[in-house]
């Protein structure tokens, strides 16, 4: 008499576990679109610093006068983290389109940055 053992189901990975240890696609994009979000949090800080601008993006002002510079900090990076893995989990089912989610993103933070940038330096 064999005795008929159930089959064990495949075991489900989930979203962490995937962004923690398999290897990202689109390295060179998500470390640039890193660099750059590092960079708009800089200028941010230097403007609302120097008293040269005000934080134009409507969500972030209410973060930046609720909870100041720290909370500003915490939810630009949160906003960082949600693009770089939504971007991550794009790139499981369409590469082309996480690229251009990342390169816009970029092309975006680069414009912001130059813009604060010429503020900064030249006003």
Known sequence: MSEV??????RRVGLLHRLLYRRLALTQET??????ST???LMTSLLLYANKAREF????????????????LAFKLSMVFFVIIVAQEIARYRLSLA???????????SIVVLYSAVIYFFT
């Open 57 to 72: 993006n409507p969500v972030a002002n209410y973060v930046l006068h609720e909870f100041g510079l720290d909370g500003l």
């Open 99 to 109: 690229r251009w989610v990342l390169n816009f993103g970029s092309t975006v933070l």
């Open 5 to 10: 053992s159930p089959e064990t189901p495949p």
């Open 31 to 36: 470390c640039l679109f890193i660099l750059l």
């Open 39 to 41: 960079l708009d949090v």
